[in-house]
């Protein structure tokens, strides 16, 4: 007797989880991959972390893949992730983690075993590339990772996974190599990124995907200024200042015999 109630009850339990909701099975699997991402580092990419190395990172992100995209793809997610933790005290190990995160993200192979967990990758990367003090440590870093994480966004498939999150990276990737630091130091990078974007912004399959990726691109091209730092003499020595470079806006001048608005010719003139 009591083998049948518990044959029973496990056969209810069964029908009971056959019959439980797609959308309820889905956010208890996307509960358990965001509690996997969110767990330590392994001990040795852990150790390639600390050594604020990418080429260590990547090496060591390799290694414990064993050649599986996929789980490179979360090993990935996980130092990008643990790099934003880094900005505040240690920014140039939150570049180099980033930076090899970005690297390892934009393998073929990588974006087609989880072009999600590549989206995401490069999402935290540039947020990272867009901190003024990893700028300011690391601007070739900031540099690689805006012109790497620009590229992989501009891919279809990843582009396809979270358009939002891509167009974000590229217009941040405007912004960082249009920043002092980073221009100083690789002044090449903003043609680099210049060129990436513009080409996604008239690719049709992006503007299928986002009909606005035009103007998102063309108003972050137009807008950004490009800052340059300049050496200016004083009395103390020679010291670096910031200047930001813009496009002068012409302004349509009146005919001689018009008066300005704002004239005291307009002014005194007599009402007609």
Same mark, same amino acid.
Request: net charge neutral; hydrophobic share 50%; no cysteine.
């Given at each position: ?10 056969? $209810?339990?069964?029908?009971?989880? %056959? ?8 956010? /208890? ?20 972390? *600390? ?11 390799? &290694?414990?893949? $064993? ?5 490179? !793809?979360?090993?990935? $997610?996980?130092?990008? &992730? ?6 505040? /005290? ?11 995160? +970005? ?6 192979? +990588?974006?087609? !075993? ?6 995401? =990758? ?5 947020? +990272? ?6 700028? /300011?440590?690391? @601007? ?11 590229? +992989? ?41 210049? *060129?990436?974007?513009?080409?996604? %912004? ?8 986002? @009909? ?24 103390? $020595? ?6 930001? =470079?813009?496009? @002068? ?5 009146? @005919? ?8 005291? &010719?307009? *002014? ?5």
């Amino acid at each position: 007797m009591k083998s049948l109630i518990v044959k029973g009850a496990m056969f $209810g339990l069964v029908a009971a989880m %056959a019959s439980m909701p797609l959308s309820a099975t889905l956010s /208890t699997s996307a509960h358990a991959q965001a509690a996997q991402q969110g767990a330590p580092l392994p001990p040795a990419l852990q150790a390639a972390l *600390n050594s604020g190395n990418p080429q260590l990172i990547q090496q060591a992100i390799n &290694a414990l893949s $064993g050649g599986n995209p996929a789980t490179a !793809a979360a090993l990935a $997610g996980q130092v990008a &992730a643990a790099a934003e933790t880094l900005i505040a /005290t240690n920014p140039a190990a939150a570049a180099a983690a980033s930076q090899a995160a +970005v690297a390892i993200s934009q393998a073929p192979a +990588v974006i087609a !075993a989880n072009p999600t967990a590549v989206s995401q =990758v490069i999402a935290a990367a540039s947020r +990272v590339a867009s901190n003024q003090a990893v700028q /300011t440590v690391a @601007p070739q870093a900031a540099a690689t990772i805006a012109t790497t994480a620009s590229a +992989v966004a501009a891919n279809p498939t990843v582009y396809a996974a979270s358009p939002q999150a891509a167009t974000a990276v590229m217009t941040q990737a405007v912004a960082v190599t249009r920043s002092a630091a980073v221009v100083a130091a690789v002044p090449q990078a903003a043609n680099a990124v210049n *060129n990436t974007v513009s080409q996604a %912004a008239v690719n049709p399959q992006l503007t299928a995907i986002n @009909p606005s990726i035009s103007n998102q691109v063309a108003q972050a091209l137009a807008t950004t200024p490009t800052q340059t730092v300049t050496q200016q003499q004083t009395v103390g $020595g020679t010291q670096p200042t910031q200047t930001v =470079v813009t496009t @002068p806006v012409v302004v349509d001048q009146l @005919p001689p015999d018009v008066p300005e608005p704002d004239s005291e &010719a307009q *002014n005194n003139a007599s009402p007609t």
